[in-house]
């Protein structure tokens, strides 16, 4: 026997908090409970690398809903409360402080976690992950006094905190395993301006590189590369990607792979619980194809799609997945896809201009575009995306043509 009950349980952080708006604004007599295990109020975490992490920006300025926005609005906040059970047959879920919920309807927005390294000297003091507030603050306090500092890993994550640093003083060098900064999700052709940009500003880029060690007296002083390449440091920032956090909904039965398994809606293998962000890994109708995207817009999207599938309309989810990431003030990045793969890149405008749009191409037609100082072009790449029509000679050419209106094509 439960506790109480409660129409609509959220477990989460930001796409919970999103789905919460999203539910009051259709809803307002239905009781919602939002357990979110850190101890903040639920917040956006792209400004941990970058404005947040260099002292620019208050915790409260990355906030999804202002703290009293919860009461207001009649949404009952657990902050640094963890769900420990979900009862999916039942409709119960217990917390951690073993008070034991009932629900209605329940979206599962656990969000991933980071991947630690598992190499000698990972337990060295000075070696920092990036996830959470706590991180970014530790992170600028240990490097406060500072010289050099090493990032592992030339992904979003990598380049952005060696931006962030380099703005800061630091003399920062990129450890990783790609030839090519950013070039995992890229490509090496695009990959290649960052990366040159990167080094263009004072960062050093050891691409190519397997870390093997970590070495220190207590504290971090080197790190060792698999080819013997030593590069001396006092401290380290570790991008070594994150991994979808499913154990809630594994130990509840709910079908995981590479995620919480959803269908196009966003609704998991039991009828009436969703999950979104992060974690949720759906049926894309827009990419014939299972995907799970990790970036701020998606878990913005596919909350607050969640909540109208809790309240009945159980429309698939079918908006073309879109990501940004910013280079300190060096550049701003836009990116919509993800391609699974692409035959070439159509490039629009100038590289050397500093604005530009690379068309990711696969059998004629448009698998992704991203875009530097041109956001325009990514809403027509976005549209081709979502329509799945071919370029067709004509398109391609009025793609390879600055001046060309990119309306008329498909």
Not at 164 to 181: D, N, P, Q, Y
Request: aromatic fraction near 6%.
């Amino acid at each position: 026997m439960s506790d109480r009950r409660v129409d609509h349980l959220l477990i989460g952080g930001f796409a919970a908090a999103r789905c919460a708006a999203e539910l009051r604004k259709h809803d307002s007599g239905a009781s919602v409970l939002l357990v979110a295990r850190e101890s903040e109020p639920p917040y956006e975490r792209p400004p941990l690398s970058k404005e947040y992490l260099r002292g620019e920006a208050e915790r409260s300025d990355a906030y999804v809903n202002d703290p009293g926005w919860y009461e207001d609005n009649d949404v009952e906040l657990l902050t640094g409360t963890s769900a420990v059970a979900l009862d999916a047959g039942a409709r119960t879920v217990k917390l951690q402080s073993g008070e034991e919920v009932g629900f209605g309807k329940a979206l599962l927005a656990t969000g991933a976690m980071v991947n630690i390294l598992r190499v000698d000297g990972a337990q060295l003091e000075g070696i920092h992950y990036l996830r959470a507030f706590g991180n970014a603050d530790s992170i600028r306090h240990d490097v406060a006094d500072a010289e050099r500092v090493v990032i592992v890993g030339g992904s979003y994550i990598g380049a952005e905190v060696a931006a962030s640093l380099t703005e800061m003083g630091k003399e920062c060098t990129i450890l990783t395993m790609e030839e090519v900064a950013l070039s995992g999700g890229f490509g090496e052709e695009v990959g290649r301006h960052f990366h040159e940009l990167l080094e263009s500003k004072g960062v050093t880029i050891r691409g190519g590189e397997t870390l093997a060690a970590f070495e220190g007296d207590e504290r971090v002083e080197r790190v060792l590369a698999e080819s013997g390449l030593e590069i001396e440091c006092e401290a380290v920032v570790v991008g070594a990607g994150v991994r979808p956090d499913t154990m809630l909904a594994g130990r509840a039965g709910l079908e995981v792979d590479d995620g919480i398994v959803c269908d196009a809606a966003l609704e998991t293998s039991v009828e009436g619980i969703f999950a979104a962000g992060d974690c949720c890994n759906y049926e894309s109708r827009v990419h014939g194809r299972r995907i799970r995207v990790e970036h701020w817009d998606v878990a913005f999207n596919q909350g607050a799609h969640a909540a109208r599938g809790m309240l009945g309309d159980k429309q698939p989810y079918e908006v073309v997945p879109y990501f940004f990431s910013d280079l300190s003030d060096w550049a701003s990045l836009e990116y919509v896809g993800p391609a699974e793969r692409w035959d070439e890149v159509l490039w629009r405008g100038g590289r050397e201009s500093g604005e530009f749009s690379a068309w990711y191409v696969a059998d004629d037609r448009v698998a992704a575009a991203l875009s530097v100082g041109r956001s325009d072009d990514l809403q027509h790449a976005r549209r081709l995306i979502a329509s799945g029509a071919a370029l067709g000679a004509e398109g391609r050419a009025a793609v390879a043509d600055l001046d060309a209106d990119l309306d008329p094509i498909a």
